[in-house]
């Protein structure tokens, strides 16, 4: 289940389980890919999907100073490589707070995902210029108590990205997957079963 791969000579930690469709998982800032592990979802999603969850180089275990933290788009460049290397081809992406952002301008600029979910993603008044180049379906999840991406946000997503869906967890902070993973997973789930008829 676990793997390595090299980008631009940096080593990148990554798992993957299952076959078919593919499903990139993206942690928050020096999480890893086990996050999604902990809650359940990689093994889950890995009934229907490829799924990968990859150490970001802001990891904990990928970690790198190769990149200006405040240069996000370069975060993009990344993913996009990554993927590529890999031959990841249109996937469903998941982005929780920095991976969040991310996710954003990685779809903003065009490259392939089939629909893209973000967890509180961070830099939102940042990133208006581009949500309206933003073309694939997208589903914005917030908790109500996050102190660090507020989920006023969600109405800027709303506003600027015109095939967006945004849901709201009560009593879950900025890591709202981790506070309510159960509800997290209940709406990835609905989200899901527009585009397609699985149950993960």
């Known amino acids: 289940m676990e793997h390595w791969t090299e980008i631009d000579r940096l080593k990148i930690r990554y798992l993957h389980k299952g076959e078919g469709f593919p499903f990139v998982l993206l942690h928050g800032f020096s999480f890893h890919a086990e996050t999604w592990v902990e809650i359940g979802l990689f093994d889950e999603l890995a009934s229907n999907y490829s799924v990968y969850s990859f150490d970001m180089p802001y990891g904990m275990k990928s970690i790198s100073d190769k990149f200006d933290a405040a240069n996000r788009d370069e975060y993009a460049e990344f993913l996009m490589k990554l993927l590529q290397k890999l031959e990841i081809d249109t996937p469903y992406i998941i982005g929780a707070s920095i991976s969040g952002e991310v996710t954003l301008r990685y779809i903003a600029k065009g490259y392939p995902a089939k629909a893209a979910i973000v967890a509180g993603p961070a830099n939102i008044k940042n990133l208006i210029p581009?949500?309206?180049?933003?073309?694939?379906?997208?589903?914005?999840?917030?908790?109500?108590?996050?102190?660090i991406s507020s989920p006023d946000n969600a109405k800027i997503i709303s506003e600027k990205v015109k095939q967006s869906e945004i849901y709201i967890i009560k009593d879950a902070g900025h890591a709202c997957y981790l506070?309510?993973?159960?509800?997290?997973?209940?709406?990835l789930n609905r989200f899901l079963r527009k585009k397609e008829p699985v149950n993960f």
């Open 130 to 147: 581009l949500l309206e180049k933003i073309n694939v379906p997208l589903l914005a999840i917030w908790g109500d108590k996050d102190n």
């Open 179 to 187: 506070d309510r993973p159960k509800e997290f997973k209940e709406e």
